[in-house]
């Protein structure tokens, strides 16, 4: 077994030793620990080690100090030194560090695996330092003693030779003004395109012909190590092939006995692969964090929801009684009228909050989307820049489709907003047209389009447009040309989603510098007449008797009098556990139940099944501003007859409450 090699750990803190050790231990070194910089600095006049792994915040002397003292000694100066450190990676500490000595940085929480790789690294470059300076040592020897010791010489030779020749490394040594003396095969491939003699030249002049920059870097590490001093760093290059590798190297002086530079050793090995890896594994981490995010807004949208739909009721409820008991002539009937619209729109804004974060039930109805995309250009006049003229080509006419509102309404805004940061620097043009698109069959085979009539969305602009190798990976997820704070790269990926889910195909047409427009094609259906609006004035009526729930007084009260002016007996309870106690007073009194879902003690849901447990059949409407475990499938399965999303205006509520009570019957 190989003697084991000493690694110097400096920590203040024993439990991040011996973390140190459980880390190292397989690698056959043996970890000599200090608590402090002086116990570091005592070790090191006792002790060769081929690594110090110091901390950098440490009482008493701290890591940089303490770097720079051991740099400041002749025997312990070319002692590579890792610090280690849990401060923030800024440039500033990263500079200060490498001013101190320091060849590498790691940053806690440490990953083991990088930490066995670098300290392998480290303690086989000292193996070998260690081979060529006993190497040129027993060369210095022999030519005192080359008469006597010429076969020993030759076995040495042939011994460094098969070594130096196949070893898996980059090799080279140099003399100390950085000309060539020896490169093995490895290194010589480095130097393929350059012709001519290799030895005598300067390494930075045939290694990476027209690489001004890398061989600007090499020629800079070698100039140091010149000096005596030891670096290890990476370098970027491109191959004969035109492949771009990795390349982690150190370059090291060989002195003599003196403590002369008599050579120049620059040793390297590629790590293209781990790169790649470590690059691949960075990626994933960007989608995970990405992910994240989403969910996070997920649940801030599904919070926002519940409470502003309880808001929303109030004041759509309100609105509607108001304007129920307001004389038809009477000047403020125009005024409640606007505070009802406004409340309807921002229902449909809440929507579209839960539809972006993937919290609301998809529902497809037949509409127009000419009068989708007029209300949508009105909302996005007031958010751009008047520098940004908006053009519009809308045939009314184009037809119907099946679709999402909420979904339809985000693909325009989300082309439309890409348009604009298109165009955000320099202002331009937003072209934004639809129209009915006859196809046929050799759509098919241009856009996978099957004949028929499609609603043909155009989103154009001319702004810097997008670049050819972009062309492929603007729909996938997370995918953004956009500097940091314009986008996270779903808005695409989500337009194309919805468009695929809604049968439909989605196109862009690019023109160098020249802009971009996407073309959305939805299938058309011919069923116009299933789309059936009721005048806000028409209220069904009826005389039953009905439990309310609610937890919040303001709603209680609020939908209490609505039921009230459709002419229902109500009796209201403010909290879940009143509300059961009443019904099994009576429970053949009540002709319907209307619950809120939300409420603490018990839910709706909860609610509901006790009763229908007490009194099988009962109907029940359940109503949720928003409850992510709450679908028309689970209350269907349990009895409930009506699910009622918040807020719901006094026509749609009446209708619901009548069809609850009439299926009962």
Known sequence: MSKKINILGVDDKPENLLALEAVLEDLNINLIKASSGEEALECLLRVDCALILMDVMMPGLGGYE???????????????????????????????????????????????????????????????????????????????????????????????????????????????????????????????????????????????????????????????????????????????????????????????????????????????????????????????????????????????????????????????????????????LQFLNRIHEAGRKARELVKQILSFSRQAEIEKVVLQPSQVLVESIKLLRSSIPTTIEIVQDIDPQCGAILADPTQYHQIIMNLCTNAFHAMEEKGGKLMIGLCREDVDYRYYHDLGLKPGGYAHLIVEDNGYGIDKEHLEKIFDPYFTTKEKGKGTGMGLAIVHGIVKGHGGVIHVDRKDNEGTAFHVYLPLVNREGDQKEEPLDVLSYGSEHILLVDDEEPLLEMVKNMLELMGYQVTSCISSRDALHVFEQSPDTFDLVITDQTMPGMTGFELAGKILSIRTGMPIVLCTGYSPNISRKSIAALGIKELVLKPLALDEFSNVIRRAIDQAD
């Open 66 to 332: 303490t770097a720079k003292l051991i740099r400041s000694r002749e025997k312990s100066r070319q002692i590579p030194i890792i610090f280690i450190t849990a401060i923030n990676p800024e440039q500033e500490h990263v500079f200060k560090g490498y001013d101190c000595g320091g060849v590498d940085y790691l940053f806690k929480p440490i990953v083991a695996e990088v930490l066995r790789n670098k300290v392998s690294i480290f303690v086989e470059l000292f193996q070998q330092r260690k081979r060529l300076k006993d190497k040129a040592q027993e060369l210095q020897i022999a030519n005192d003693h080359i008469s006597m010791q010429q076969q020993e010489l030759c076995q040495s030779e042939v011994r460094f030779r098969t070594a130096f020749e196949q070893s898996f490394q980059f090799m080279a040594i140099l003399d100390p003004a950085g000309r060539v003396i020896e490169l093995n095969k490895l290194a010589q491939k480095l130097c393929g395109i350059y012709t001519g003699s290799l030895v005598g030249q300067f390494l930075w002049n045939i290694c990476w012909v027209g690489q001004d920059d890398e061989n600007m870097k090499l020629r800079r590490a070698i100039d140091r190590a010149a000096e005596g001093e030891c670096i290890c760093d990476e370098a970027t290059f491109t191959d004969i092939k035109g492949s771009t590798r990795f390349l982690y190297r150190s370059v090291s002086p060989v002195k003599d006995e003196s403590g002369k530079v008599v050579y120049i050793t620059v040793q390297g090995h590629d790590i293209t692969d781990k790169v790649i890896a470590e690059n691949e594994k960075r990626n994933l981490e960007i989608l995970l964090q990405q992910a994240q995010k989403m969910e996070a807004l997920g649940a801030l949208a599904g919070g926002i929801a519940h409470d502003f739909n309880n808001v929303l009721s109030v004041i759509i409820g309100n609105a509607d009684l108001a304007v129920n008991s307001c004389d038809r002539s009477s000047p403020q």
